[in-house]
């Protein structure tokens, strides 16, 4: 067995809070369906409205434009900039603190599929790539922890194509059977483990965590 000499990491349920929870507290307020957002954006996952802003191919007021068209071809009213304002999340102070030690002895980059609207673009000229994504949470105070950062919006590549897999793995300089991959979704973990990764799929933080600390054979707590 080869040995893992790199952790992988997805941003948004992982080292933050899942936005989710955001998208069901927003439908319950709104009284719109159970996992509709979610639904919406499984529909056609290669070319909806989510799928092109996290590759920048659309401005986040066009997103807005076809994802509530999206919306109303199910049969429902949503809010576009509502859905959005549902990716602001807080960073999971366990999983911060474990990035330092984890970074102690592992290579270790994100792999994160974002969005930066062009106001966003225009205000971060000069800003580091790796400062460009787009949540609530600061990546900017965790960013030290991670020697390289792909973002979907940057390279113009989304999960769950294996080639931003493949980015990830040059970007390091791993092969893949030298990667472990958290994310929290099992569509973008599929790719990673045929390609050779070890992965694990965070549906509790501390479970996540878990998982990983008996991996590596590291006290993460």
């Given at each position: 067995m080869t040995e893992l000499t790199a952790v992988l990491f997805d941003f948004g349920g992982v080292i933050t809070t899942s936005p989710f929870e955001n998208f069901a507290a927003y439908e319950q307020a709104s009284?719109?369906?159970?996992?509709?957002?979610?639904?919406?954006?499984?529909?056609?996952?290669d070319s909806n409205a989510w799928a092109q802003l996290e590759r920048s191919a659309v401005s986040r007021d066009e997103f807005c434009a076809l994802f509530e068209a999206e919306g109303a071809a199910l049969g429902h009213e949503v809010s576009g900039a509502a859905v959005l304002d549902c990716?602001?999340?807080?960073?999971?102070?366990?999983?911060?603190?474990?990035?330092?030690?984890?970074?102690?002895k592992y290579a270790t980059a994100m792999l994160?599929?974002?969005?930066?609207?062009?106001?966003?673009?225009?205000?971060?000229r000069g800003v580091k790539k790796s400062e460009q994504i787009s949540s609530g949470a600061s990546f900017a105070d965790i960013a030290h922890h991670f020697d390289h950062v792909i973002e979907s919006a940057v390279v113009g590549v989304r999960k769950p194509d294996p080639e931003i897999y493949r980015m990830a793995c040059e970007a390091m300089g791993k092969a893949a059977e030298e990667v472990v991959f958290l994310d929290d979704l099992g569509i973008n973990l599929k790719p990673a483990r045929d390609m050779g990764m070890t992965t694990i799929k965070v549906v509790d933080g501390h479970d996540g965590?878990?998982?990983?600390?008996?991996?590596?054979?590291?006290?993460?707590?």
């Open positions: 009284g719109l369906p159970t996992d509709l957002i979610r639904t919406i954006n499984s529909t056609n996952p990716l602001r999340t807080e960073l999971r102070p366990f999983m911060v603190n474990a990035l330092g030690k984890i970074h102690a994160t599929n974002n969005f930066v609207s062009h106001a966003d673009q225009e205000a971060q965590l878990a998982a990983l600390s008996e991996l590596l054979e590291l006290d993460l707590t």
